[in-house]
């Protein structure tokens, strides 16, 4: 069985443009999350999809990041225009449909921003 | 809000010996407490979950407590190998869907 994948691994860009990341999750998973790690700091939640909802985002920096899940199987999550500060790893992992269910990972994308 | 701590020192331990991480948290008394593992440039791979109602679960040689009235799980590995050298993060669930995570502690065994 695939795991969660997720393209690029690693994407370096210059402030002012603009990156989309993509996340495939495991087949069959109706939950799917989007986390950010900073340097030296905890993986921070950024939001949640049920399908193609958005049930939470709560975690969502601003409005230069746009998650969407169009159909309810891969992800996107858009900066635009980007900053310094969004540099970071970005995972995304995804669930089945129980709460409490263990969270599948991606091995994540390493986003610079020069 | 929520708030996790795990020990943000590295530990370091003899191949044989157990390693026990500790993760303290504040506020919101979650559901449920899971533990992953994380790689170098890996994602975090889930261990064990444990509910409020469990006192202690077991997988191998891996073994967490959830103390709900000191608000602490304790991790610990018994008889470590360099394999199992990595962060470990300590995670919560803060209503629903929504699992947040510690800052992890990092584990270096030595053979």
């Known amino acids: 069985e695939a795991g969660v994948t997720q393209f690029p691994s690693h994407s370096v860009i210059e402030k002012g443009q603009t990156v989309t990341l993509r996340c495939d999750p495991i087949?069959?998973?109706?939950?799917l999350y989007w986390y950010r790690r900073v340097m030296g700091k905890e993986i921070k939640f950024l939001l949640h999809?049920?399908?193609?909802?958005?049930?939470?985002e709560s975690g969502m920096p601003n409005n230069r990041f746009l998650a969407e899940r169009t159909g309810g199987t891969y992800s996107t999550l858009k900066v635009q225009p980007a900053e310094l500060e969004d540099s970071g790893v970005y995972f995304c992992?995804?669930?089945?449909?129980?709460?409490?269910?263990?969270?599948?990972f991606g091995s994540g994308t390493q986003l610079s921003v020069l | 809000s929520q708030k996790i701590e795990q020990n943000s020192e590295a530990l370091n331990i003899q191949e044989g010996k157990t390693a026990t991480l500790t993760c303290n948290y504040t506020n919101y008394s979650p559901a449920y407490l899971q533990w992953y593992r994380q790689d170098p440039g890996r994602g975090p791979v889930f261990l064990l979950l444990?509910?409020?109602?469990?006192k202690e679960k077991r997988k191998e040689r891996l073994k967490v407590t959830f103390d709900t009235t000191l608000k602490q799980s304790l991790f610990h590995i018994t008889a470590s190998q360099p394999a199992d050298s990595a962060t470990y993060l300590c995670a919560l669930e803060t209503g629903g869907f929504k699992t947040i995570f510690g800052a992890g502690t990092r584990l270096f065994v030595k053979a």
């Open positions: 087949s069959g998973h109706d939950n």
């Open positions: 992992a995804s669930s089945q449909a129980q709460v409490g269910e263990k969270l599948f």
């Open positions: 444990i509910r409020e109602n469990e």
């Open positions: 999809f049920v399908k193609e909802s958005k049930q939470d």
